[in-house]
């Protein structure tokens, strides 16, 4: 069946630091990747999404590539703020009603 | 608009009341999502509607009821329900159908508390 495995956190990091979140999946076919946020007492937020392999999708400095051969989409920014400190989920559609799997999501913490 | 709202945002309940958890879109989406997420967890599904139709359940106990009165609406009808059902419930929104791949929207959710 569909499954999303991401990296254990916490994850702290130091303002200006360079930050990866590892995302893999299983799919029986050809699934649409996302990168949602929650912050502390609030709903997801859509971060980003890749609907094919190679796409890229980006938003805020945040990017994440759709790596089929790999069964990938790892999160990546260059320059972490304080102001990203939040719960990341990996996410992945293969339509059914659009229901999404989760993975099981990873908390950031970036320090001043 | 591109936004989902909840009511109430906090609930506290007692094990014999009955209440109810409101979602709204303006979107003109026709799919709408229940979630249940425990703290430090993934949201759960626990109900997906595409057109006004239940489409999915996902074995949710009967003491949770949802109802779809139009496109735009979704409830969560709560009765007798456990100190463990106390969670953030969240509802979400999409385009419909059933092989849609797109992103879903969500609102801020319902903090509920079962005494």
């Known amino acids: 069946g569909d499954s999303v495995t991401q990296m254990e956190g916490p994850v702290t990091l130091s303002e200006e630091a360079f930050l990866t979140i590892n995302c893999t999946y299983t799919?029986?076919?050809?699934?649409?990747l996302f990168w949602y946020v929650q912050y502390p007492g609030e709903g997801l937020q859509l971060l980003l999404k890749?609907?094919?392999?190679?796409d890229k999708g980006s938003n805020k400095g945040f990017e994440a590539t759709y790596r089929k051969e790999t069964t990938s989409f790892h999160l990546e920014k260059g320059s972490v703020q304080v102001s990203d400190s939040a719960v990341y989920f990996c996410?992945?559609?293969?339509?059914?009603?659009?229901?999404?799997?989760f993975g099981s999501g990873t908390k950031l913490n970036v320090k001043p | 608009d591109t936004e989902v709202t909840q009511t109430p945002k906090h609930l506290v309940m007692g094990m014999t009341n009955k209440k109810s958890l409101k979602c709204e879109q303006h979107m003109g989406h026709r799919a709408m999502y229940w979630y249940k997420q425990k703290a430090k967890k993934p949201p759960e599904l626990m109900f997906v509607?595409?057109?006004?139709?239940?489409?999915i359940n996902e074995s949710v106990p009967s003491r949770f009821s949802p109802e779809c009165p139009n496109s735009s609406l979704l409830n969560l009808h709560l009765h007798a329900l456990q100190p463990e059902d106390s969670a953030l419930y969240l509802c979400a929104s999409s385009q419909g159908g059933r092989d849609t791949y797109n992103e879903q929207f969500f609102g801020p959710g319902t903090r509920l508390t079962v005494l």
């Open positions: 996410a992945l559609t293969e339509g059914n009603f659009n229901k999404f799997y």
């Open positions: 509607y595409s057109y006004e139709k239940l489409s």
């Open positions: 799919a029986t076919g050809y699934p649409s």
């Open positions: 890749a609907t094919k392999a190679d």
